[in-house]
């Protein structure tokens, strides 16, 4: 049972619209983090954070911004979506401390803009 | 160059065979390795995790293998189900930085077929 949480599943807009994707869990973990995923492609780090005011950019460039005010909450913002923003987004988390642990993923927003 | 390349890309059996999934990675210095399910429109949901001194590691029908020297791991899959059709993801983390960052294969997609 996940217990990181992603709104909206699919999500349809305009082009130069401004949305936010929401990510939450429940577990307590510091680390938190964003992906993209394309179709048939693997898994693009966009964004992570250590904990509360922490936020860094990740491997592939985007023009979308973070923030983390709650350690629950890590909500991703694009201020003005084009299509080529079109992609899934994945939201994970992590606690380091837990031995053998893996992340653990949400289940994705699926952004088409038109 | 740290990359994780998986084989086959694709893959049709039938419901009851088994299968043999392959990952290859130059991720050094290595950490651990995971196999992640994922179903069309999720995220990824964590199979098995593996560190540097662990050589197999099962999860009900699933049983990974991990040579470290030769870096090269395997996702067995015992008397396939239906619902067992869905994108495997090999990801490799090094020991390189705080982050532990995360090398993800491009899955093979699996189909079972009645």
């Known amino acids: 049972e996940a217990d990181i949480y992603q709104t909206p599943r699919y999500l349809v807009i305009g082009t130069g619209k401004k949305i936010t994707l929401e990510c939450s869990q429940t577990?307590?973990?510091?680390?938190m983090y964003w992906y993209q995923q394309d179709p048939g492609m693997e898994l693009h780090l966009i964004h992570y954070?250590?904990?509360?005011?922490?936020?860094e950019k990740g491997d592939l460039s985007s023009e979308s911004t973070v923030s983390r005010i709650r350690t629950e909450h890590f909500p991703l913002t694009l201020e003005s979506a084009r299509p080529s923003h079109t992609s899934q987004y994945l939201c994970?988390?992590?606690?380091?401390?837990?031995?053998?642990?893996?992340?653990?993923f949400g289940s994705g927003t699926r952004l088409t803009v038109v | 160059k740290n990359q994780v390349e998986q084989s086959p890309q694709s893959l049709i059996i039938l419901e009851g065979k088994n299968c043999t999934l392959q990952?290859?990675?130059?991720?050094?210095?290595?950490?651990?390795l995971r196999w992640y399910k994922q179903d069309t429109g999720r995220g990824p949901v964590s199979l098995t995790i593996?560190?540097?001194?662990?050589n197999t590691k099962s999860n009900g029908r699933y049983t990974a293998t991990l040579d470290a020297d030769t870096k090269q791991s395997s996702l067995h899959i015992t008397a396939s189900q239906l619902s067992d059709s869905a994108s495997y993801i090999c990801?490799?983390?090094?020991?390189?930085?705080?982050?532990?960052?995360?090398?993800f294969g491009r899955g093979t997609q699996l189909t079972v077929w009645p």
């Open positions: 994970a988390s992590s606690d380091p401390l837990e031995v053998g642990s893996g992340y653990t």
């Open positions: 577990m307590g973990h510091d680390k």
């Open positions: 954070s250590y904990g509360v005011n922490s936020t």
């Open positions: 990952c290859n990675y130059t991720v050094s210095p290595f950490s651990n």
């Open positions: 593996m560190t540097f001194s662990e």
């Open positions: 990801v490799v983390s090094d020991r390189g930085s705080t982050l532990g960052r995360l090398y």
